[in-house]
């Protein structure tokens, strides 16, 4: 993304209601899990400005990859270690050294030229029975000017991001929309952006990512926190990010749990 987008990261992403609310979605689907018994050893792949790694440092030891060094030198800043510069497409670590791992935003960045790709390389990282917290921006509709700063390829559906799972050899547990109840807004902000927009300016594109007025903040958190609470019922139908949590099942699961079509 932008090398400006890491700043704005780094500066909002321990506070914004936005990244508050995705850990609360986050937590609540590892929440649904049986305790491991053990620290929980976590990879996040991609891991951007670092705050979500000092999330997971607390299910275990948990290290970070990022193809920035920008995103890295902030990771630092943050005194974080066990970080290494890597393409999420070919890890550098050995095949099932992590019990869990993530993926926040990354798979729909246009330089993974193949999604299923880095998935596979994910599965191999991690051990048998391994766990997969997945999110990314859902629904080309809503594809914008913040996409752009994201250098975003493509926005992903329910269906088509249990698929690709699927073709990694994840068993795909739980998978829904999520900032459902934001989704009319965001909706009608995205498509009037389009329906209205004028030359596209030189300067470098600007996400919707800022600070947001306190009350706003703790408004819009809220929401969030509801959705939360309720993804551990039930899914949505809509909203503008999808998240998924997947687990390494062995080839003989696979090929006697019915959960997979024959290829």
């Known amino acids: 993304m932008e090398k400006s987008e890491y700043r704005k990261h780094f500066e909002l992403e321990e506070r914004h209601w936005w990244f508050r609310g995705r850990r609360k979605i986050l937590l609540s689907l590892l929440a649904t899990l049986p305790p491991p018994g053990r620290p929980r050893v976590w990879l996040d792949a991609g891991c951007g400005t670092g705050f979500n790694l000092t999330v997971f440092s607390r299910l275990g030891p948990a290290y970070g990859c990022d193809y920035s060094e920008a995103a890295l030198a902030y990771c630092r800043k943050r005194g974080l270690a066990n970080l290494a510069r ?40 991690l051990k048998p029975g391994g766990i997969l917290l997945v999110s990314d921006s859902a629904l080309n509709v809503l594809r914008g000017r913040h996409d752009e ?24 547990g739980r998978a829904s929309y999520f900032n459902f109840f934001l989704f009319p807004a965001i909706a009608a902000v995205r498509i009037g952006e389009r329906a209205f927009a004028v030359k596209a300016s030189a300067a470098a594109p600007q996400s919707d990512l800022k600070e947001v007025a306190r009350p706003f903040n703790i408004i819009l958190g809220a929401v969030f926190g509801v959705e939360a609470v309720l993804l551990r019922m039930l899914s949505f139908p809509v909203g503008s990010s999808v998240v998924a949590l997947a687990r390494k099942t062995s080839s003989e699961e696979r090929r006697t749990s019915g959960l997979y079509e024959a290829r």
């Open 86 to 125: 890597a393409d999420v497409q070919r890890l550098p670590f050995k095949g099932e050294a992590f019990d869990g791992a993530s993926l926040l935003d990354v798979l729909y960045h246009r330089a993974v030229t193949d999604d299923v790709a880095v998935l596979k390389e994910v599965f191999r990282t």
């Open 149 to 172: 700063a994201f250098h975003g390829r493509e926005r992903y559906t329910i269906k088509a991001l249990k698929k690709k799972l699927k073709a990694a050899g994840f068993d795909v």
